[in-house]
């Protein structure tokens, strides 16, 4: 049997209190990093790049260590960014200067920018689709007849965008909703209520899959979606990777492929 046949003849985990599924879902949506795009295998790629580029303490310091340390940074201040405590940019800045303070450098704020435009060449340069995207969107084209695709991705938009052109799924989805332009960041309900009024369907007719639990998968079921948890294992990123607090039953879908879609989602 093919690794995809076994990946979508495998029930997905679904607690007792899982959503009723009697709702025909016709819109699918998507988180984008770490969810379609292998964000955390693009960052460890360009901070990688920038230490080497840079030589000295930094190229020799370890590399496991720096890059929890870089995500750590990602995590906390592109948090303050979606909470409006900071700007795009500022957040920017202030993961380059919280990285480089170790090294001894204190960058001016064009220097701080000029350093993460420096990581942003790598990281960009390593941006690609995971190998179940393209199966699962064709497998739930088959399965769900007339489903439509779509985007809710917490960050800037044209920046969002820009990644889903370069991996080229931008021509297969109606709509991109981003936090940046609607100003609601997931987990509120508002971000997702706005996706369903972009389509023009009812919450209940939508599913939505995101990598987080909390952010993606409850934050979507709370709102009144098919909310599913996408848990890629070994893939997820060990800062943002909220398996180990997990117990007991879960009131969403738990997948391990988006290969899993499909038998998930068929009338």
């Known amino acids: 049997m093919s690794a995809e046949a076994r ?3 495998r029930r997905p985990e679904v607690g007792l209190s899982s959503p009723n599924r009697a709702a025909v879902i016709r819109v699918m949506l998507f988180d984008l990093d770490d969810c379609l795009l292998a964000h955390s295998h693009a960052v460890a790629h360009g901070l990688e790049a920038t230490r080497v580029a840079a030589g000295g303490a930094m190229a020799a ?6 890059l929890l340390r870089w995500r750590e940074l990602e995590e906390h201040h592109y948090t303050r960014y979606l909470a409006d ?8 800045r202030e993961r380059a ?3 480089l303070a170790p090294f001894g450098v204190q960058p001016t704020p064009a220097e701080a920018l000029a350093w993460f ?4 060449h790598g990281y960009r340069a390593a941006w690609r689709l995971f190998d179940d995207v393209l199966p699962a969107l064709e497998g739930l084209r088959r399965r769900v007849p007339g489903i439509r695709f779509g985007i809710i991705t917490n960050g800037d938009i044209v920046f969002q965008t820009e990644k889903l052109v370069a991996i080229g799924l931008d021509a297969r989805l109606e709509h991109v909703i981003a936090s940046g332009e609607v100003g609601i960041a997931k987990p509120a309900a508002g ?3 706005a996706a369903a009024r972009a389509f023009g369907v009812p919450v209940a007719a939508c599913a939505y899959v995101g990598d987080r639990l909390r952010t ?4 979507g079921h709370e709102a009144g979606m098919l909310g599913i948890w996408l848990d890629r294992g070994e893939a997820a990123s060990a800062v943002t990777s909220e398996a180990s607090a997990v117990s007991g039953e879960l009131p969403v879908p738990r997948i391990r492929s988006l290969l899993e879609l499909p038998e998930l989602l068929a009338p």
């Open 85 to 92: 405590e900071i700007d795009f940019l500022e957040q920017r």
């Open 117 to 120: 435009d420096g990581y942003m």
């Open 61 to 66: 310091a370890d590399a496991a260590a720096e």
């Open 97 to 99: 200067r919280g990285f």
């Open 191 to 193: 971000i997702f209520e």
């Open 7 to 9: 990946a979508v003849s």
């Open 216 to 219: 993606d998968a409850l934050g």
